[in-house]
């Protein structure tokens, strides 16, 4: 690659076309890096900018295209085999002002200037814009990466490889994943949570079921109702067991499993709009006898 590059303001190449500074796409400016090259755009419309590279385009118009109209080919390999040819042939042609051929001038001024490929092959990279949710994770193809929590809301630029997600904030990275497959996944690295949410990241969907089970069965059927990821994120959640978990050593069952029947319903949705709170009065106060035979209400 040579160490300086004169292209059009292509999209694909040019993000923002300007006269003074003009914006590089970011994926084709980190294939010029990588081959230690630099892209320079030329001005919007000044053709004379890249003058050399119009006349190319008009020499092969003229000594290939034009020699290959009137033929039909059947395949793509035959149609390469035949420009290669006329390449081949133009290349050798003596040109009437220098009095030497392309092939000639190239094996004495280029290729002795040329350097060596890198080692590693490039990895092509997808940059995107995203913002960051309220739940300080970056949404990438439906699955969910998290960054430092002090970012919510901020716009940030992700990195997009076959293997990694990086995520940068005022071109500094923040954030580095290593890409998963299974769709709406979830990955948080402890670090970027705040420091009231790290205490749910070991609740895992098992252990919400395992505690739930601990109390009754009503709360193990609630704890159905919860998910993984809102335990690892910290959103908010509806689960009776995480409501009923402090009240265990001072209420027997009976008196907790009455509790989550008059304190949170079983529905999903419901269990997302109603709040925890109420369930520690209940149960201390003993409104829960109502559903005990027997039972004598004794408020606090």
């Known amino acids: 690659m040579p160490e300086l590059v004169v292209c059009d303001n292509l999209k694909a190449g040019v993000t923002k076309a300007s006269r003074v500074e003009p914006t590089i796409n970011a994926t084709y400016r980190e294939m010029a890096e990588h081959y ?38 059947f395949g793509l ?12 042939d133009l290349n050798a042609r003596v040109m009437r002002h220098l009095g030497v051929s392309r092939r000639e001038l190239f094996e004495k001024t280029d290729r002795p200037t040329l350097r060596p490929l890198p080692q590693a092959r490039d990895e092509c990279a997808e940059w995107r814009r995203a913002r960051v ?21 901020e716009e940030v630029d992700v990195r997009v490889t076959a293997r990694t997600i990086e ?3 005022q071109h500094r990275r923040v954030a580095s994943h290593a890409r998963v497959g299974a ?34 069965d009503k709360p193990a059927r609630s704890g159905q109702n919860h998910r993984r990821t809102k335990l690892m994120t910290g959103r908010k959640t509806g689960s009776t067991s995480l409501g009923l978990r402090p009240l265990a050593p001072a209420t027997d069952v009976e008196r907790r499993e009455p509790a989550v029947r008059h304190g949170v319903p079983l529905s999903g949705r419901a269990c997302k709009a109603r709040s925890r ?13 109502v559903a005990l035979p027997g039972s004598i209400i004794n408020p606090v």
């Open 133 to 153: 949710g309220i739940d300080y994770h970056v949404e990438v193809d439906a699955r969910f990466y998290s960054v430092p929590y002090r970012l919510l809301k």
């Open 277 to 289: 709170q109420p369930l520690r009065p209940i149960a201390y106060a003993g409104l829960v006898a």
């Open 77 to 88: 390999d035959e149609l390469a085999s035949e420009i290669e040819r006329l390449t081949g």
């Open 183 to 216: 769709p709406h996944a979830h990955v948080t690295v402890a670090d970027h949570m705040p420091s009231h949410h790290r205490q749910f990241r070991d609740w895992t969907h098992e252990r919400v079921l395992k505690e739930a089970a601990s109390i009754g």
């Open 36 to 73: 230690g090259g630099a892209v320079l755009p030329t001005r919007p419309r000044k053709p004379r900018d890249k003058a050399k590279v119009e006349v190319g385009v008009q020499i092969v118009e003229r000594w290939i295209l034009a020699r290959l109209r009137h033929r039909n080919f």
């Open 167 to 169: 995520v940068f904030h």
